[in-house]
């Protein structure tokens, strides 16, 4: 049965990969913010919990906001990522003997997979920092120590750094697909070149990366 | 030259099919790759075999008859070339050579290399009419068309409608077709009217007709013998948001003009 207005943008598949391409934006903006903000770990303690402190009881309203705008793109994100990969998967139900893959990315073809590990990176990172429920010695509000002694962990800085890695593939294609699907790109002679992407893509998860690389090389204790 | 074929042969729709090997000896450089085949052909009917059932018409890159599944490359390794315009000269002595059926839940195998592609046709008709005047022709400046948008139109309008897309896309998306189609009209000023309502109706028939979605992988465009660019992708996911933004529910008609 066709449904109207919403519900049928929602079932179709440009609908559907619309509303992964508008999420994917949001969180794509947060990721570059959430870096920026990271960066003040290197200005040392003070300054960074001062930031702790401005997100978590200054400005906790606007940090609620985020957080729920956040949680719902993530959600839409999976819901049309999973729908639309298992009727992808429907649509051939016979494979090919002998098939060559001609242009597509790894990048492209590791978007479930990394979707995957960042599903399991979300909300352990959450656990980790911001309840420290998975965290072995948590103080509320002291997110510089907290940081340090968290990485100071050889397998959880290694799992961070997997993450970073999953999202610099994801980013890749992501930030370049999310304008072409939302019909904003503009017209090219090279469809398939991305500058911008590949420049988020290796700035974003590159500066996520200095905090558990420099207190796992003892730069930051 | 020889080569050795390993050819899907499947005997009607419902029958298993499998790749089946043949020595092709005393091939011509110059053959194109369907004469090849004609030729492997006739030697399995003077042997009494069921020869190899594949589509074709013009053999000049032009009607969209003749995919199929070369080495793993939608019409072969050659780019921008049809089946029927590729040549033995691409490949060398001595190469095996993989030849498939299009493969996609929406183009059922019909037998051996040939599969229904009625579902184009379907979201074609999905697409419904132009309001253009037709008949007597009007006078050829008549309506403005930009440069730009006319260039579009005819690049979007050289689809051919072979299936390579969906062919070598990983999701059998036919998004570059649907998207060629509701590109060329919507491009040119007596495309207009319809505009909003063929995107809408296009897309949904893309959906029925059990198309995957497009993952922006690229490969459709690298197959396309005629060179559609992923660009009328994003033409087609933009009008199409903008149709579902814009549509209303049907007026009643009142009063009377
Ligand atoms: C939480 C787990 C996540 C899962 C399961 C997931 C999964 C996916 C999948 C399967 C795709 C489609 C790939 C394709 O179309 O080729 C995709 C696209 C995308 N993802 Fe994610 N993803 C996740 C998290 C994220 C995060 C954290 C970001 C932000 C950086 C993000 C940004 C994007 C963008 C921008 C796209 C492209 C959408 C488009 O093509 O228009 N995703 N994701
Ligand atoms: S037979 Fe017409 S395009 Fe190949």
């Given at each position: 049965?066709?449904?109207?207005?919403?519900?049928?943008?929602?079932?179709?598949?440009?609908?559907?990969?619309?509303?992964?391409?508008?999420?994917?934006?949001?969180?794509?903006?947060?990721?570059?913010?959430?870096?920026?903000?990271?960066?003040?770990?290197?200005?040392?303690?003070?300054?960074?919990?001062?930031?702790?402190?401005?997100?978590?009881?200054?400005?906790?309203?606007?940090?609620?906001?985020?957080?729920?705008?956040?949680?719902?793109?993530?959600?839409?994100?999976?819901?049309?990522?999973?729908?639309?990969?298992?009727?992808?998967?429907?649509?051939?139900?016979?494979?090919?003997?002998?098939?060559?893959?001609?242009?597509?990315?790894?990048?492209?073809?590791?978007?479930?997979?990394?979707?995957?590990?960042?599903?399991?990176?979300?909300?352990?990172?959450?656990?980790?920092?911001?309840?420290?429920?998975?965290?072995?010695?948590?103080?509320?509000?002291?997110?510089?120590?907290?940081?340090?002694?968290?990485?100071?962990?050889?397998?959880?800085?290694?799992?961070?750094?997997?993450?970073?890695?999953?999202?610099?593939?994801?980013?890749?294609?992501?930030?370049?697909?999310?304008?072409?699907?939302?019909?904003?790109?503009?017209?090219?002679?090279?469809?398939?070149?991305?500058?911008?992407?590949?420049?988020?893509?290796?700035?974003?998860?590159?500066?996520?990366?200095?905090?558990?690389?420099?207190?796992?090389?003892?730069?930051?204790? | 030259?020889?080569?050795?074929?390993?050819?899907?042969?499947?005997?009607?729709?419902?029958?298993?099919?499998?790749?089946?090997?043949?020595?092709?000896?005393?091939?011509?450089?110059?053959?194109?790759?369907?004469?090849?085949?004609?030729?492997?052909?006739?030697?399995?009917?003077?042997?009494?075999?069921?020869?190899?059932?594949?589509?074709?018409?013009?053999?000049?890159?032009?009607?969209?008859?003749?995919?199929?599944?070369?080495?793993?490359?939608?019409?072969?390794?050659?780019?921008?070339?049809?089946?029927?315009?590729?040549?033995?000269?691409?490949?060398?002595?001595?190469?095996?050579?993989?030849?498939?059926?299009?493969?996609?839940?929406?183009?059922?195998?019909?037998?051996?290399?040939?599969?229904?592609?009625?579902?184009?046709?379907?979201?074609?008709?999905a697409g419904g009419f132009v309001s253009?005047?037709?008949?007597?022709?009007?006078?050829?400046?008549?309506?403005?068309?930009?440069?730009?948008?006319?260039?579009?139109?005819?690049?979007?309008?050289?689809?051919?409608?072979?299936?390579?897309?969906?062919?070598?896309?990983?999701?059998?998306?036919?998004?570059?077709?649907?998207?060629?189609?509701i590109?060329?009209l919507g491009?040119?000023?007596?495309g207009q009217p319809e505009r909003m309502k063929r995107a809408l109706a296009m897309v949904h028939?893309?959906?029925?007709?059990?198309?995957?979605?497009?993952?922006?992988?690229?490969?459709?465009?690298?197959?396309?013998?005629?060179?559609?660019?992923?660009?009328?992708?994003?033409?087609?996911?933009?009008d199409?948001?903008?149709a579902?933004?814009t549509e209303?529910?049907a007026?009643?008609?009142?009063?009377?003009?």
């Amino acid at each position: 049965m066709e449904r109207a207005g919403l519900l049928r943008f929602w079932d179709s598949s440009v609908g559907k990969k619309v509303v992964m391409g508008a999420t994917g934006l949001i969180l794509v903006a947060f990721v570059i913010l959430h870096m920026a903000g990271n960066l003040q770990f290197f200005s040392g303690s003070e300054r960074f919990n001062a930031y702790s402190h401005l997100l978590q009881v200054d400005l906790i309203e606007l940090t609620w906001l985020m957080r729920i705008t956040l949680l719902g793109a993530v959600v839409l994100h999976i819901t049309a990522a999973y729908q639309l990969t298992m009727r992808n998967r429907a649509a051939r139900p016979a494979g090919y003997v002998k098939r060559e893959p001609q242009v597509s990315t790894y990048a492209a073809r590791t978007m479930r997979w990394g979707g995957v590990y960042l599903l399991l990176f979300i909300p352990y990172h959450i656990l980790h920092f911001t309840t420290g429920t998975l965290h072995p010695a948590f103080v509320r509000r002291a997110a510089y120590g907290n940081v340090v002694i968290g990485f100071q962990v050889m397998w959880v800085a290694l799992f961070y750094l997997g993450a970073m890695a999953f999202l610099g593939l994801h980013l890749y294609h992501g930030a370049w697909a999310m304008f072409r699907t939302l019909g904003i790109a503009r017209p090219s002679n090279d469809p398939l070149h991305r500058r911008l992407a590949l420049a988020i893509a290796i700035i974003v998860p590159a500066g996520f990366s200095l905090l558990p690389l420099s207190v796992m090389l003892g730069f930051m204790h | 030259m020889k080569v050795v074929l390993h050819v899907w042969r499947q005997a009607s729709a419902s029958a298993a099919g499998k790749l089946v090997d043949y020595q092709a000896d005393d091939i011509s450089p110059d053959m194109s790759f369907l004469e090849m085949l004609d030729v492997l052909n006739e030697r399995l009917i003077v042997r009494g075999e069921d020869p190899i059932a594949f589509d074709h018409d013009c053999r000049e890159g032009i009607c969209g008859s003749c995919g199929m599944m070369i080495n793993g490359a939608a019409h072969g390794p050659m780019k921008l070339t049809t089946a029927c315009q590729l040549h033995m000269r691409s490949f060398s002595d001595g190469d095996e050579i993989w030849i498939e059926p299009w493969r996609a839940k929406a183009f059922p195998v019909i037998k051996d290399l040939v599969v229904d592609r009625g579902a184009f046709d379907r979201i074609i008709q999905a697409g419904g009419f132009v309001s253009a005047p037709t008949g007597s022709a009007q006078d050829g400046n008549a309506i403005p068309i930009p440069k730009q948008a006319a260039d579009d139109a005819m690049d979007a309008a050289a689809c051919i409608g072979c299936g390579a897309c969906v062919a070598a896309c990983p999701n059998a998306s036919a998004s570059l077709f649907t998207a060629a189609k509701i590109s060329h009209l919507g491009e040119l000023p007596q495309g207009q009217p319809e505009r909003m309502k063929r995107a809408l109706a296009m897309v949904h028939q893309m959906d029925l007709e059990t198309f995957g979605g497009c993952t922006l992988f690229g490969e459709c465009q690298e197959a396309c013998p005629k060179g559609i660019s992923i660009d009328t992708i994003a033409q087609m996911n933009r009008d199409y948001i903008f149709a579902a933004a814009t549509e209303r529910e049907a007026t009643d008609v009142l009063g009377s003009g």
